[in-house]
């Protein structure tokens, strides 16, 4: 398994992610139906506003579904940043992962991460880790 994504994604990911710090950030990457790659990021509102984990608002989640049908897209990736832990999935994000067909992105903002992104796949309760390919 590989998370193919665009590398402008991930700098605008990255972005994000240091922006925010110390608070989590978090967001989907959309792709065409028909392909493999992530290849459109919609930032979302973490809801929880907090240091240690994310929440996206339901309503804000709700439209942009909605908008990912009516441009017959589809939610690739789950991204979110850690900021003080390695890019890893924590319990709290194993347990709020619903859809087995998604890649999820974690950036970690932490000076000391050796690994600052991370692509999982979360199934049944069981952490995979995937490779990360990124296209020019």
Known sequence: MALHIERQ???RIL???HHHHPLETCG??????????ASRIVPM???????????FDSQEQFRVFRELDERDE?????YH???????YPSREDV????CPETHYLIVSTWGKARVPV????????????ESLTILE
């Open 45 to 55: 509102q973490n809801q929880a506003a907090s240091e240690t984990f994310f929440r």
């Open 118 to 129: 991370r692509s999982f796949r979360l199934l049944n309760g069981r952490i995979i880790e």
């Open 95 to 98: 347990e709020y992962a619903g």
């Open 9 to 11: 994604v991930l700098e």
């Open 28 to 37: 989907i990457v959309a792709s065409s139906s028909n392909s493999r790659v």
């Open 15 to 17: 972005a994000q992610a």
């Open 81 to 87: 940043s850690h900021t003080a832990s390695e890019a």
């Open 74 to 78: 589809c939610c690739r990736v789950v």
